[in-house]
């Protein structure tokens, strides 16, 4: 076990498996020193762990659930640069984050919902987990995940 997977360990979190693509894509590319990940869902046991638009009130997912959800997207990111690296130790650095958050069109709460990812980030990688950062207000997303997250590392050789 490498040091980012023992730090993981340390926070109480488990590497997942890899999220297996739900269409005509893969996880992640490796291109030169940089990995993209596609969008993860908060995929957990093979299950999507809740559906549903992010708003306050009954019939959405809150705030503050789906801010954990998008930690499970960033878990399961990372599982997908593994994928491609074979050791997360060889990430440098977080480069970008996108969080797309489906959202009840009143909600404007996006960025406090994707704090949920770039703070896994930071609490594993330090500072090489301070990144830029997009969070958007969607209308939907894939299998009605309230939450959504793509990542972009740089890896050292």
């Known amino acids: 076990m490498g040091a980012v997977e023992a730090r993981l360990a340390e926070l109480g979190l488990e590497l997942p498996e890899i999220v297996p693509p739900l269409a005509a894509y ?6 030169g020193s940089r990995v993209y990940v596609s969008g993860q869902v908060p995929m957990v046991g093979g299950v999507l762990a809740e559906t549903g638009a992010v708003g306050e009130g009954e019939g959405f997912v809150s705030p503050e659930r789906a801010k954990e959800l998008a930690a499970v997207c960033a878990l399961n990111a990372l599982a997908a640069v593994k994928s491609v690296v074979g050791d997360l ?36 990688f330090g500072d090489a987990g301070r990144h830029a950062r997009s969070a958007v207000g969607v209308v939907a997303l894939p299998l009605g995940a309230p939450v959504e997250v793509e990542v972009i590392v740089h890896v050292r050789d």
């Open 89 to 124: 130790d060889r990430v440098e650095r977080v480069v970008k984050v996108v969080g797309f958050v489906a959202s009840d069109p009143s909600f404007t709460g996006q960025p406090g919902v994707i704090n949920g990812a770039s703070e896994l980030f930071g609490d594993v």
């Open 26 to 31: 893969v996880p992640a590319v490796l291109d």
